[in-house]
C-alpha cells in the first residue's frame, strides 16, 4: 500500500516540476492554450512584472 502512495507523490511533485517549468518558459504563445483555461489568455506570464508591457 505504501509504494502506491510514494508513486502517487512522485507523479505529483514531476508533474508539478513540469507544469511550472512550462508556465515559466519563454514561449508565451505555446503556453497560452494551455493557461487559456484559467481565464487569463496568452499572456499568463505578463501577470507579474512586465504586466505593462503584455497588456
Known amino acids: 500500500m505504501l509504494q502506491i ?3 502517487l507523490f ?3 511533485k514531476l508533474f508539478e ?3 511550472y517549468l512550462y ?3 519563454p514561449h508565451s504563445a505555446f503556453t497560452g492554450s494551455l493557461a ?3 481565464g487569463s489568455g496568452k499572456h499568463r506570464r505578463g501577470i507579474g512584472q ?3 508591457r503584455t497588456a
Open 50 to 52: 512586465n504586466r505593462d
Open 36 to 38: 487559456s483555461g484559467h
Open 17 to 19: 516540476a513540469f507544469l
Open 5 to 7: 502512495y510514494d508513486m
Open 10 to 12: 512522485v507523479i505529483t
Open 23 to 25: 508556465k515559466n518558459s
